[in-house]
């Protein structure tokens, strides 16, 4: 069975740095090489805010625009791990950070396994 193992999160100052990663382990039957990686974010208090970003195994990825020019997403497909690079991180940014993986075989929008989530809090 697939896990996704999320590490990283922490809090910070405002402008400030911080690297999320997301690790697979149990995977045998996926392979990130051949799959999709998003970030997922859910503030307190409220729903899920949608996708921030997705890295396709073409290469190709998406940014959603509150995080556009900010946060980069990355890929190890040899660690079968998922990075999520967070610059000038606003109060704005405190969430609970999720990741999700899905396989070449996964519709568009869908993800076959999640990650725990972790706690990014951006404050002075």
């Known amino acids: 069975q697939v896990q996704l193992v999320e590490s990283g999160g922490g809090l910070v100052r405002p402008g400030g740095s911080l690297r999320l990663s997301c690790a697979a382990s149990?995977?045998?039957?996926?392979?990130?090489?051949?799959?999709?990686i998003a970030w997922f974010r859910q503030a307190p208090g409220k729903e899920s805010a949608g996708v921030l970003c997705?890295?396709?195994?073409?290469?190709?990825?998406y940014y959603t625009d509150s995080v556009k020019g900010r946060f980069t997403i990355s890929r190890d497909n040899a660690k079968n791990t998922g990075y999520l690079q967070m610059n000038s991180l606003k109060p704005e940014d405190t969430a609970v950070y999720y990741c999700?993986?899905?396989?070449?075989?996964?519709?568009?929008?869908?993800?076959?396994?999640w990650g725990q989530g972790v706690q990014v809090t951006v404050s002075s």
């Open positions: 999700a993986m899905g396989s070449l075989l996964s519709p568009p929008g869908e993800y076959d396994y």
């Open positions: 997705i890295s396709n195994s073409d290469g190709s990825t």
């Open positions: 149990g995977a045998s039957e996926f392979t990130l090489t051949y799959g999709k």
